[in-house]
């Protein structure tokens, strides 16, 4: 093979995918077989079942058992919108994330004690086991499982106090800005790091994913004078959304 030379099992995927964005193979339509793709390129078996799993591999093609390989609907992706603190007091978290579509967002959530991880204690400045208030949320949109998040509090800063319960009280789903101003605590910075890698499976099956499919993952925390205060993980599918930054120009 000289330079630059793709591969064969490449060359079959590129062709192959080519032919799905084009719409020569629009949703739903069955991938050619194994053996016909084996015929049309000239290849052997083992690169045609190559090309067939960079396809999977993608999110353009899905197996379906004793049927066959399909070709998946291609979403039209969406905008998850970040804008770092939140805006004036009534604001639910969610319609933060989601200004343009505020009306048809909702979500569940769920909280508990629990001692902090390395990586947890590690972000927060604690100790490893410290215990933490950990929340985690399953956003929908119109319905539609979009978006997975998990916060960790730590307890010495919330323990015994009116918002110790993020979705709770009289403050519950007010979000992190307010509900600490409420204890004498001003947030002054938040950090967010983004990245990306395969979605794990119980991720996956809440979000209506395939295996292999990657996340977005978006590691935030909150600070009050130096001192994380809160930090979560925020989990979206690539092949649906788009993470877009609105920040103020200073």
Known sequence: MTFGEQPAYLRVASDLREKIVNGSLPPHTRLPSQARIRKEYGVSDTVALEARKVLMAEGLVEGRSGSGTYVRERPVPRRVARSGFRPPSGASPFRQEQAAEEA???WESSSEQEGASPEVAARL????GDRVMRTRYLFRDAGEAM???TSWEPL?????TPVMLPEDGPLGGCGVVERMAAIDIVVDNVTEEVGARPGLAEELLALGGVPGHV???IERTYFASGRAVETAEVVVPAD???IAYHLPVK
């Open 104 to 106: 048809r967002g909702s």
């Open 156 to 160: 010495e800063v919330t323990g015994r």
């Open 147 to 149: 978006m997975l998040s």
């Open 240 to 242: 649906r959304y788009r």
């Open 215 to 217: 996340v977005m993952v």
């Open 125 to 128: 400045g604690i100790e490893t």
